[in-house]
């Protein structure tokens, strides 16, 4: 919006100082900045007004120290989140590009389906909220519309990388790109001297339905990722400021690949494919920066406010559909390997119980409680649990922060893969 009256300006006018909104960088700060202020001082009074409205989380009572502390705090604070991303994008990113309007629909599209899970769980007093397929059916339906945008839009385009070798020694002496924009299914894969992965090949038994198989898998891919993703963010929102501190981390890791994509140079150096018109997903990220940093000053222990689904669904959502728009979708398991551990958890523990309890007549436990943190919040030993340590609780705060560190490792891996092939 603001993008549009500047750039009219300037070419229109030539006031000083409008041609600035060109610059990629001025507009990613301005979003960061303007998110941040607009999150810390919309928290208070949203907090406010949850807190007349009764809207409060509700708990069952899980063993854990200090858990029931916690009792009355208000939730569906991804409110803050979601108004603090879509305002400064729809202010300074460009509105008329295809990126910005798949994450803008995201944003809104898994805010809403997030808030229906809240309302039922609050105002209807189902602790179970809103029923799992429905969920997934609303993921499903986010993922086939982004999946078959990506795949026939045609100005979703990049410009492959190619590499030029030494004839004696073998060795690379530039990167370049092709000259013509094309579209394709490729995407990056880490650990790959050759390193774009073309879901083509996934299609070559259909023969003359190539297409339409390479589509149908690709859709498929984004379904699943977006799904996963989602959920498992929506499983890491358990202790305070852990799933947002833990996605701001990320943002920040995609915005810097958002960057390099959409940068030729940067582009040419990481021998990684150019996608133009991708620079506006910096924008987007900013927002999404600020919005989850400026909600941790309420959100950091002792939380002032709870996420809820509204939060969690949509922070997922965008992560997943992010890295699938810059083609490092591939990248997720090591980027956002907390919500992978933390699903995996779940899944272990559940699939190990019921083994054990069709083999032993009583089902067993790997660890002591999952998600996984809730396993560090448990003291002492548990009877029939592989996993017994630590053997006193470690302190709420001490396990978000190490959970962010070692989410910064797994950031820092993720942007470091580029280079290690």
């Known amino acids: 919006m603001l993008y549009d009256l500047f750039n009219y300006l300037h070419t229109q006018f030539d006031i000083p100082g409008t041609g600035v909104f060109r610059y990629i960088s001025f507009r990613a ?66 509105l008329n590009n295809v990126y910005v309007i798949v994450m803008l629909l995201t944003t809104v599209w898994l805010g809403c389906l997030g808030f229906v ?107 699943f990722i977006v799904t996963a993703v989602s959920n498992g963010t929506n499983l890491t929102d358990g202790l305070d400021g852990l799933a947002a501190g833990s996605s701001a981390i990320i943002g920040t890791a995609l915005g810097i690949l958002a960057y390099t994509s959409s940068h030729i140079e ?39 406010i709870f996420m809820g689904d509204t939060g969690s669904l949509t922070l997922g959502g965008i992560i997943a559909v992010f890295a699938i728009l810059i083609r490092k979708e591939l990248l997720i398991p090591i980027l956002c390997g907390i919500f992978l551990i933390e699903s995996l958890s779940v899944v272990i523990q559940v699939t190990y119980f019921k083994y054990t309890k069709r083999k032993y007549g009583a089902g067993r436990r790997v660890f002591k409680m999952t998600p996984l943190h809730h396993h560090f919040q448990i003291p002492g030993k548990q009877p029939l649990t592989l996993v017994r340590k630590p053997r006193s609780a470690v302190p709420e705060s001490k396990i978000v922060v190490r959970f962010w560190l070692i989410g910064i490792m797994l950031a820092a891996i993720t942007l470091i893969t580029l280079k290690l092939r």
């Open 117 to 223: 899970d809240d309302y039922i769980k609050v105002f209807r007093k189902d602790k179970d909220g809103l029923h799992g397929w429905f969920k997934i059916f609303a993921q499903t339906g986010l993922g086939l519309i982004v999946g078959l945008t990506l795949f026939f839009s045609p100005e979703v385009v990049i410009r492959e990388n190619m590499e030029i070798r030494s004839t004696t020694a073998n060795a690379i002496e530039e990167v370049r790109h092709h000259s013509d924009h094309k579209k394709s299914a490729k995407t990056t894969i880490p650990f790959i001297k050759n390193n774009n992965f073309d879901y083509a090949w996934l299609g070559d038994w259909a023969g003359r339905y190539k297409t339409e198989a390479t589509c149908l898998l690709f859709v498929l891919v984004v379904i």
């Open 266 to 304: 940067f582009a040419s150096f990481l021998n990684i494919m150019f996608i133009p018109k991708a620079e506006e997903l910096v924008i987007f990220a900013a927002a999404f920066i600020g919005a989850t940093i400026g909600f941790l000053w309420y959100n950091s222990f002792p939380a002032q």
């Open 29 to 94: 700060i301005s979003a960061l900045v303007f998110s941040l202020i607009l999150s810390t001082l919309t928290g208070r009074r949203i907090i406010d007004r949850l807190q007349r409205l009764q809207i409060k989380e509700t708990f069952r009572d899980l063993g854990i120290e200090d858990q029931m502390k916690k009792k009355g705090t208000p939730t569906m604070g991804g409110i803050i989140i979601l108004i603090a991303i879509i305002v400064p994008v729809f202010l300074f990113a460009r």
